[in-house]
């Protein structure tokens, strides 16, 4: 673990809750906070042969968002242990920020809603989501920053990177002093691959391989002092599965592990992360299946 939690801002609404989040997060979780904003209008100008007095204006607009986050986060009593201004692409200045300093989470604010943000191939949280070194928290436009954090929910399967989200979890549940609550999603086998009969066995091999998964995730969770209040066990579509569950509950806070990894994971538009993500009612942390390397000092 680094100590460290990084934000990013460019003084939008999304942008603010993401702050507001990472504050409370960093204040817990005892961690610094850093700032990142990149500026994408230099390429801009760039290219059609502007800049100058245009340019300065705009360096100067992210300047002062940065120092009215500053104040903010000064305010709750947390202080900015850096700042880092970046010309470029922004998924990709944050990425590689990330890589080469090392950090414990990104914090990001999310934009668009449903379809709107799923299919935005350009998406800065999607991008960043894919490639991030560690893992990505995504807070809603619609999230509350004010609110208490009350129930988390951790999905897992089995698989190295579940684990990976369950640990995360674990370590979140602990830090806020909150119960978690464990889901795990069995899906049907679609028509054109076997014949009804053969699904529902599958099916049903999947469920008693996904309880033991449940029943030991909770055996693990109990053994860090952490109370699991409830495990569910669903069919269906995962990510459909998930922002439902999430919808009716009210949680605060969906973990789940990332499998991917850079472009397999990018142009899988029917991911359950980027689903999930896309749809889900709160904050989304996403956890990469490897620990973040740890940088050279």
Known sequence: MFGRILVAVDGSEASDKALRRSIQGARILGKELHLISVSERSAFFG???????????????????????????EAAGVEIAGVHIFEGNAAEEIVRHAEETGYDYIV???RGEGLAMRFRLGSTTHKVVTYAPCPVVVV???EDPESDLGRILVAVDGSESSDKALARAIELAAAWGRSLH????????????????EADVA???????????????????RASGVEV????????NPA????????????????????GQGLSRRFR????THKVISYAPCMVVVVPRRDPPRPDS
Do not use: C, W
Request: charged letters at 30%.
């Open 47 to 73: 290219a059609f042969g502007g800049g100058g007095e245009e340019e300065n204006l705009f360096r100067r607009g992210i300047e002062r968002v940065l120092e009215r986050e500053r104040a903010i986060a």
């Open 108 to 110: 990001l604010g999310r």
């Open 140 to 142: 809603p436009r619609r």
């Open 182 to 197: 464990v889901v795990a999603v069995a899906e049907r086998l679609p028509a054109y691959v076997t014949t009804s009969g």
């Open 203 to 221: 099916t049903e091999h999947q469920r008693r391989n996904l309880s033991r998964v449940l029943e030991k995730a909770g055996d693990r969770a």
């Open 229 to 236: 209040e409830a495990t569910h066990l669903l069919d269906g």
């Open 240 to 259: 459909d599965a998930i922002v439902g569950l999430a919808e009716k509950m009210g949680y605060d806070f969906i973990v789940l592990g990332r499998r």
């Open 269 to 272: 538009l029917g991911s359950t």
